[in-house]
């Protein structure tokens, strides 16, 4: 394969994490360390959405401690976006999309493109490179994987996942120190809702703040298992009863047996007549309130949750920012149309390798938790699970603190020169 | 003064946070120091309540390093109760308990009645020490204060408060910045709610996170301030407008002109009649939602924000402990009918202090963030509060971790064995 020569250009995609930017400081680490290949590195800003606008910076602008210290940083440095090439529902917009890119990719000599994202953004990277085939622009192309849902496929895990569960167990732990300390003969139930539309990866992550079986949380409601109502309440009366409290923690993504999504309240119309979306938790509480009468509070986490980069686990952000590495050393090896994947040997203790899979495996397959990884009962993960999830939390970080708070990096994103015309709106 | 002989009782009550444990701790390592005076240290279980069921421990049997993990352990280690004397609502049912109390501190010989917690709780401590007095049981009688809240008057600040506002500005930061990244032209506001019934203490707070100008939280909704909709939502449309996005901070209190909370949706009502309600930040997120189109978010950090002792501010449970000490000290010298408060240096570098208060100044007054310290336009608290606040969150407790899960301590609350017939059920 003959040296390919030329910039390098690295994005991010879909929701922040706090491991993220850990991938984007090892690519731009192990970029520098290829000067006979990469002349430039180029960030662009918030996806492919500024990729289109030519809105390109020069990583190499930026300070080398701030590149270190993206690794503890929370969010995406570079920004990020949602937009993807929809060549189902918006084709001509996609085709048009596409030849945008490929003209500013040519303007500025991209020739390594690195994405880092979940199933939307892989897809993406797909899209580009095989359109850079098509078109005969020699160019390779590397998915990186990021997602707190956990649901890539091929890799063991994603970059982003360990640090969700990390903060979501010890806060479920604390809050169930506080709900407990708190429990007279009355009861009382604490509801915290998680994150996970479709897949329950996140809620059941919270199983770790378990150390002895009567600690919370004591029911935890995946998005993979049809909501029971009397089932639930049954075992919401029964660990009131045995503890005098009950700690639930549910997916935000929480479904009934029809498939309707528990948060929706259909007593409740919007302005135009869509059923309300009250959050789960609330959904939750309201129905052990009801059938129950036993005190409720609700937690939702929300964002904090995918961001908690104070609380981030060590083990992620270092894979994280592997996978960063192992992306750029794959492309100037010659390889495109790859993900990096994590791989996790077979025997303890744990460690985890990073490896290439093909593009067209990773795009719209959703890596569900395997059902005998869930109780029977399907209301706590069992043993399987916690052996896949355990290693992934370990390590603190530890960001630099500034009068009690932490020191996060913010880029100076040094603008790189527009070299085409606006790109036309649409 | 004659020296008093006997046993020491302390208990918790309100709400837990990640700083009340510190104070039981430091008082019973002091009351360790004082063994001519002390002879056995007592813990009631559940406040009040575990004491009118004569629910004790014997905290000296606790192992050494358990007392002094409470330092970096949140919630209530000795359980905790919202049950009070109510002179009030419930005379006869508050004279049979104020009488049964003094059965069991009779029974006990409880010579040193140690008692922390908020408003409520030092009216407690205060009615004890009156009765002990009329009875001519020597006893003497401290308050310590404990509330997230920091309405307690006469104190500079209450222990907890410190921790909560370090974990909730972090958040904001941290979630700053995740909705940073995300926007888009489109705009996104996310709304965060924190806890604050009355007084705004917390989430004014959350102005720490503010290290530049263009720095979330850009509007913070104080239940002190009645909420002007018109004026809120103009200043979120300029918010999105200057930044692309809005991080808006509510008290879970915030009230409209009328008085009436805000949370209270009337447009929903439950199988009572009553507003239902829904939240703070879901009700100010609809109004923003629906006023400007503005992509919405909301966060509830509810019970999280009291008791996230892995992000506790070091000050804080150094200050607690303090307090706890110092109880001891008063006690054993004589002194009752007093809270412990805390005396800020008038001059810097921050130092703070502890003195006595009468307890009779304490019960029934509530502190409330002075008018000139909130920017004249409600919408951030200003200079003045930010240096009277940047001092209590500085340094970090660091929990010992284990899995990558903080290991807490947990009480092995050996009990007293019972000397009284079972209290009778009213």
Redesign the interface.
Known sequence: MADLVGNLLVA?SG??TSAINASIAGAIQEAGRHPELVEEIYGGL?GI?GILNEDLIDLQEEKRHAIEGLKY???????????KLDFKKQPEQAAQDLDRLFEVFQAHNIRYFLYTGGNDSQDTSLKIHEEAAKRGWDMRVIGIPKTIDNDLPHTDHCPGYGSVV?YN???V???G????????DDGSC?V?EVMGRAAGWIAAGTV??RRTPSDPPHIILLPEIAFDEAKFLARVKETVQTHRYCVVVVGEGLKDASGQEVAADR??LD?FGHPVL??AA?RVAEIVQ?HLGTKT????????Q??????A?A?DAAEAARCGEEAVRAAVAGQSGYMVKLVRDPNPPYRATTALQDLRDIANVEHRIPREWIAEDGFLPNEKFIEYA?PL????VKPP?D????K?VVLEKARIEKKLPPRKAS
Chains 1, 2 share one sequence.
């Open positions: 991010q929701g922040p918030n959405l940083t929370p969010a995406a440095a570079l920004g990020t976006c949602r937009y990390k167990a010890t806060t732990m604390e809050i120190a506080d709900v407990s300390s708190m429990a007279t604490c915290i770790l703040a007593t409740r302005a009250s959050g609330e009801q509070r609700t937690v939702k986490l929300g964002y904090a995918r961001c908690a980069a104070h609380l686990s083990t355990r939390v370990e390590g603190e603190m009068g009690g708070l932490p996060y």
